[in-house]
């Protein structure tokens, strides 16, 4: 990629994963948790969301090295004993942030889609590109955020699926899941995982 692409693709990036954020925390304030609410969290504010690393340094190394740009933002701090029906409710907050992002990228797809009678001005072909990568990132971003590891919201709707002695047993994982990430990254398992989906996903969204 060349330094104005990884640009662009930091900002969708950056813009994907603070709806992805603010999707959680709306979702928590609305099913009785108002945690993340006080702390400012149920914001488009993508200063609110940042982290170093999943945020900034891992876009950066995955842009530089070939690899599809995803990441992860500060997680929303969830309470689940004010939900208020905990073991559920988690389920759907943890879902929000994923389904955020496919709705992200249904809406750039229709834009293209209305953008595509306006002609092939170098302006619109411009456009047409950025929102094929938006549609890229946010398909990217849903499907690795949903990848059964904690503590991405996978791991966490898993957690809420299984009966309650496996999902105790599967969330003391969770310290060790990024260990499990990097591993998946580094052998080229993670892009095998995600990689098939997500051509499927911008075949039905781009055709």
Known sequence: M????ILIGLVILLASLTVHEAAHAWT????????ARLLGRVSLNPLVHIDLIGTIILPLLAAFSGL??????????????QLRHPRRDFVVV?????????????????????GGGLGDTSATVNASSILI????????????????VPPLDGGNVLAGLLPRGPAETFVRLRPYGFIVLYAL?????????????ANLFMRLLLK
């Open 2 to 5: 060349d330094s104005t692409t």
């Open 28 to 35: 928590a304030d609305r099913l009785g948790d108002p945690t």
């Open 68 to 81: 599809p740009i995803v990441g992860w933002a500060k997680p929303v701090p969830v309470n689940t004993s």
């Open 94 to 114: 943890a879902a929000a942030g994923p389904a955020s992002n496919i709705g992200l990228a249904i809406l750039a797809a229709t834009a293209l889609r209305i």
């Open 133 to 148: 990568f938006f549609v890229y990132v946010n398909v990217l971003l849903a499907l690795f955020n949903m990848i059964p």
């Open 185 to 197: 990254m580094i052998t080229g398992a993670l892009s095998a995982m995600i990689g098939p989906p």
